[in-house]
């Protein structure tokens, strides 16, 4: 009564063994066992044996039967060993980053992110897209980080928060007072704080700013790039010329079009190429073809941008990871001192304009937003954003608000870092509330990664599990959380 | 034996005094016997025929049943010779029938049962369900007390008959029957522990206490929309594991009340699993408070009960509690 086929593997015998093999030899009860049962349900067995019988013939001195074998699993472990990852393959497929997934269900009434519509409160508690056109300029920038849960969905959407309303509203002031906003984006782990950049990076894009971004500050102060002196300064400055390179490339490839349309105000005899004024800086940029000459174009794309007698867009700087950019770095002087971060040159322009020292013509914002997860401890930086915060709380008159002190007994904070905290703004990103909460679990039951009925329970249960509405935690929670 | 020699109905006889006496004389012979009882501690050598020992006689002189007085034979010879001849080997007659059996003790107070429910077979019953919960001796406790062999059989019996005399209206209730259960009755009676309720103070909030393993937790429970803060962090701060968040609040899930409360808890002592259902529990009581008929649900979610398992602890001769030391050859 056995089935004719594998049930297992649903593989259909092929004709010949079942029958013509046993028949071929005369039965013998020695050899019964080699045979193969014609009605087998097992595949593996199902197959002729001739070849290994060929093998234990005469041809080598090896006897069949049982054989000592010292080390088990030696064999094996060799055979299935196979190629090994080819240097950086691991790293890349770590760091990866995918921003659709086809199977995911196409969301009908998700619609594009506009010029205006992270500006507008009735976006508020809404998931929006993200154009193409923005996606690639982001993805050059390096806004997206492997950490976020892209790859799950049709296409990348992003949650409008309150917080997102009002930063990009703060931006948007300061373009049109053509002054700076400087901000700092703090808050609690998988709060959403590089999210809120992402954002920020969004609406510049969509408003033809330049973008600026710094996408880990790690990557230039913890000595895994080249660096060098720069000569003629004093105090002495160093410049990191591959990662320059690497990133006039990234300002290139994401603000093509804005760059292209933009001119040079002034000759530039140090670069090999000539570039005489009311040249594109599109092409400026190209110049930058190794990174030997990396620093000195990169000093003239700067000086370009930030030249007061010429038309210039708005200018969004942002960094990540801002507790790298505020300590010593890893570097070392030819005295083998540790290099201050703010000694690093492209550091020094972004603490600069973080600081207020430096203006953009057209106005624009710096951006810098903490992190939770790989942040070294710098006091002062955190004293220096609590008291920013704390100052705020005092100005609306907040009941029991206090500006918190330096402690007169701990001698590790610098004075560096607390210069350049000194009047920024600080923007705590916190949980969302429960409205924004089933906005996005609404999204992600449409895209068909939340197979539940989204309702005040559904959403109340998520929120409370993510602390209090926690967007990272949320998705941890949700999504990422094998039911089984 | 001071109290025992004062009951009237235990007076006993004697086999040759019986022999001797006809029926009509025998009430002044019990009276002379009550007047001749010799105090107990001047007796050394007493003989008695109590089926009880004479710690537990002079401890529970509630029901004590004493076969036979003690008897000084010689001095009742002397004074009896003159009217009466008493023989020499005269000895008590015991008046328990079970005397001889191996469980008098036992034997004795079925027997004072069974008399007794024939007695009062007409008195009115409550029904079972609403007489006072008493928890009676279980058969092993039964033994120990009496220092007996019972039979299982037995036990069931005479359990029977102590349930259907505890159903008698507790305010007909003989004394003789009260005071025959109460030798039935453990000593320590748990169902006379009642929980206290926990309140709900004025603020609204109700505090649950829960335990596991080495943790403790102390849960305020208040109306509100779903927020928690343990130790002062908000649950996914404190929780690095989704699991334990969501056995914290397990509760309040299992019943559809986590968007209606919100939990303000201290947790203290084991680690993070410990933690977290301490929590689970504490919570669990604090919502109690608030909506007590939500118990058949939540012990469904099993989140009434305490887990009282706790780190076994490990034992000479074993590497840990259980583990059996490495086989070395020599």
């Known amino acids: ?484 | 034996m001071m109290a025992s020699s004062s009951r009237p109905r235990l007076t006993s006889a004697l086999r040759g005094v019986s022999r001797t006496l006809n029926g009509g004389q025998r009430q002044p012979l019990e009276q002379h016997f009550q007047s001749l009882q010799l105090n107990s501690s001047a007796v050394r050598g007493r003989r008695c025929l109590s089926t009880e020992s004479t710690e537990s006689n002079a401890n529970g002189d509630r029901l004590s049943i004493t076969a036979a007085k003690e008897l000084e034979i010689k001095s009742l010879i002397k004074k009896l010779t003159p009217k009466y001849r008493l023989a020499q080997h005269a000895r008590p007659v015991p008046i328990s029938p079970s005397y001889f059996s191996r469980t008098p003790a036992f034997n004795d107070r079925y027997l004072v049962l069974e008399k007794l429910s024939r007695a009062y077979v007409n008195l009115p019953v409550i029904p079972a369900a609403d007489t006072e919960r008493i928890a009676w001796k279980t058969l092993s406790d039964l033994r120990q007390s009496f220092g007996e062999p019972v039979k299982a059989t037995d036990y069931v019996k005479c359990l029977a008959i102590v349930k259907r005399l505890h159903q008698i209206h507790p305010e007909l209730k003989p004394d003789a029957v009260k005071e025959a259960l109460l030798d039935f009755q453990r000593d320590v009676q748990a169902f006379l522990n009642v929980a206290t309720p926990i309140p709900i103070d004025k603020f609204g909030r109700a505090l649950g206490v829960g335990k596991r393993k080495s943790s403790s937790a102390r849960a305020f429970v208040v109306e509100g929309e779903g927020q928690v803060l343990i130790n002062g962090k908000t649950l996914a701060d404190y929780f690095g594991r989704v699991h334990d968040r969501e056995s914290a609040v397990w509760a309040l899930h299992a019943t559809d009340r986590i968007d209606k409360y919100n939990v303000w808890a201290r947790v203290e002592g084991g680690g993070t699993t410990g933690q977290a259902e301490a929590l689970t529990l504490a919570i669990a009581k604090a919502l109690l408070a608030h909506e007590p008929a939500l118990k058949p649900a939540l012990r469904r979610a099993g989140v009434v009960t305490r887990d009282p398992r706790r780190v076994e602890r490990k034992k000479h001769g074993r590497v840990k509690a259980r583990k059996g030391p490495t086989w070395v050859k020599r």
């Open chain 1, 1 to 484: 009564m056995s089935a004719p086929n594998c049930l297992r593997c649903l593989v259909r015998p092929t004709a010949g063994i079942p029958i013509s093999a046993p028949l071929a030899a005369p039965i013998a009860l020695a050899h019964a066992h080699a045979r193969a049962a014609p009605f087998s349900t097992t595949a593996a067995n199902a197959r002729p044996r001739k070849e290994t019988e060929k093998k234990t013939g005469s041809k080598d001195h090896s006897r069949g039967g049982k054989k000592l074998q010292l080390g088990k699993f030696k064999k094996d472990h060799i055979a299935s060993k196979g190629r090994s990852p080819l240097p950086g393959e691991r790293k890349a497929y770590r760091k990866r980053i995918t921003l659709s997934n086809d199977n995911a269900i196409p969301v009908p009434w998700l619609t594009d992110l506009g010029p205006e519509a992270l500006a507008s409160a009735e976006n508020t508690a809404r998931v929006l897209a993200l154009p193409e056109e923005v996606q690639d300029q982001l993805r050059a920038g390096e806004a997206f980080k492997p950490t976020q849960c892209w790859g799950m969905f049709r296409k990348p959407a992003v949650l409008v928060r309150k917080e997102t309303v009002d930063l990009a509203n703060r931006m948007q002031d300061a373009a049109d007072k053509k002054q700076m906003l400087r901000l700092v984006v703090t808050g609690d782990k998988v709060a959403g704080k590089s999210m809120m950049l992402l954002q920020a990076m969004a609406h510049a894009h969509l408003n033809n700013w330049i973008v600026i971004h710094l996408p880990e500050a790690q990557e230039l102060t913890t000595a895994c790039t080249e660096y060098a002196p720069i000569p003629g300064t004093d105090p002495v400055q160093y410049m990191q010329p591959v990662y320059v390179l690497k990133l006039i490339q990234a300002i290139k490839r994401a603000n093509e079009k804005v760059l292209a349309k933009t001119y040079t105000a002034q000759a530039h005899p140090e670069l090999p190429q000539n570039i005489p004024p009311n040249t594109p800086l599109l092409k400026l940029a190209n110049v930058a073809k190794e990174a030997d000459g990396a620093w000195p174009v990169f000093q003239a794309l700067w000086s370009e941008l930030t030249a007061h007698n010429a038309a210039r867009p708005p200018i969004l700087f942002s960094l990540d990871g801002l507790a790298h950019a505020m300590k010593p770095s890893d570097y070392r002087s030819p005295a083998f001192d540790l290099i201050h971060s703010h000694d690093l040159a492209l550091l020094k322009l972004f603490t600069d304009a973080l600081g207020g020292a430096v203006k953009f013509p057209a106005g624009g914002a710096v951006l810098a937003a903490t992190s939770r997860s790989n942040a070294p401890r710098v006091p002062s930086m955190e004293l220096a954003l609590a008291q920013r915060e704390a100052e705020e709380r005092v100005r609306q008159k907040v009941e029991g608000a206090e500006v918190p002190q330096k402690d007169p007994f701990f001698r590790g904070y610098d004075e560096r870092v607390e210069a350049v905290l000194r009047s920024v703004q600080v923007l705590r990103v916190g949980g969302v509330d429960k409205l924004e909460a089933r906005a996005l679990m609404e999204y992600w039951a449409a895209s068909g990664m939340l197979r539940a009925t989204v309702d005040e329970r559904a959403v109340t249960e998520k929120w409370t599990l993510a602390g209090s509405g926690v967007l990272g935690e949320m998705e941890r929670a949700t999504l990422l959380t094998m039911r089984v």
